[in-house]
């Protein structure tokens, strides 16, 4: 096969081993290039939009092919030094290449545009609400462990597109007092001999380990996770808590199951308190080991003051409804300016602590919690709430809560989401012409730098029944 500049003439179609030059245009949603041959889409990761490489094609998955950096041809202004050492391998951050004004600009463009082209929705866009901190924002690490064939245990997220854990004595994104403890932690876990293994493949033990801060107050929560009970774990709590003030309790969580559900239905405290404390829009809140909570706090206090604000202008007749509520991170800071909040859960941990939480900061009286499924909960409550707010998991709305909104719409919906994919699908259901709604502001607000996730707040107003 004769080649152009290194690279082997395309007449053949694509095949795996095929040599090409390519210029990438985009990038995925796993922070991948994005390139086009042929009526191809190529996934080139590692390159950034504008930049060119040498590649060899891999494999095709679906209608687009994977392929692999040879050479990279030059370099785009946004490219920078990663600031982790790790980020080339680790899967946790995908972005860490790209320059942070560069990043936010990538995900408000994709924002525009998933919600055009899965919405229908040309709307403009507020600026993201962004992060000045890029990194040390998180206020909670899931650990994947495994002790290796050498018995030293790793510890670290997989790399990327696998199972394999990149041993980590750092992670920039943590909260700088978390991520202190990481190494030391670490070293206790390795010293203790105890067998660990994330997916359970190999062997029985521990399986992740979880650190979790309250961002106001400092306060530390450890949990082991671990398919048993393991005697020795009781010592080393014990120990942590006598070695660091900032720990106020250490959990263990059963996970015996083989799932990719990290934890599992049992938590109980090794030492020190099952919580810890955490001050959100000036509000008390108690975290748990298994409990949701937002993991940028500074992001969450913002996005929550915008849906008060936005919902406070209005003189609203009947509660409000907040459907996928947690803790009651948004119903609690609504009912503490004089609204009467309704909010629904599937976890009953959850609906626990957003019932103590309301009560510790006077607002049980203002507050109603109900434990369940939305899709079963949402009908009833409709009937008589003036204002709802969705802040659904990652797949967005089941389509009978859709439907239970669209047969009795609330004159106000608020709808915080953390896959814009889901939400721009939904939106198009709620939104005229389908739908009864307006849309009257989005709003994106940037929880994750050096990723591809963006949370984006929609605002709707009733307009027909
Ligand atoms: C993105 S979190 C939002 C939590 C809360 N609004 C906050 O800001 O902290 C989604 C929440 O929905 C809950 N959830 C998931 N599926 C549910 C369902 N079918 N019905 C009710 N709650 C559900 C989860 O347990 C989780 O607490």
Redesign the pocket.
Known sequence: MPETNGTEADSSGPRPGLRLELQAIDLDRDGHGLARWQGWVVVVPGLLPGERAKVQLQQRQKSRWLSRISERLDSSPTRRRPPCILAQDCGGCTLQHLEESAQRNWKQDQLHQTMLRLGGIDHPQAPALTDQRGLGYRNRGLIPLRRGEDDRLRMGYFRRGSHRIVNLSRCPVLDPRLDALVEPLKQDLDASGLSADHDLSQSQGLRHLGLRIGHHTGEVLITVVSSQQLPALQRLAQQWIERWDAVKGVTLNLQPRRTNQILGATTTVLAGAPTIRELFCGLQLQLSTTT???INTPQ?ERIVACIVSWLSQAELAGPIVDA????G??SLPLAAQGHHVVG????PD?IDQARSNADANGLGARTEFQAG???NLLKETLATCSALVV???RRGLESSVTEAILSEPPALLAYLS?DMATQARDLKRLLQPEGPYRLEQLQPVDFFPQTTHLENLAFLRRVSS
């Open positions: 949701f909570f937002q969450a996928y509520c947690g803790i991170t948004i629904l859960e599937i976890n959850s499924d939305v899709a802040d659904p998991p953390c």
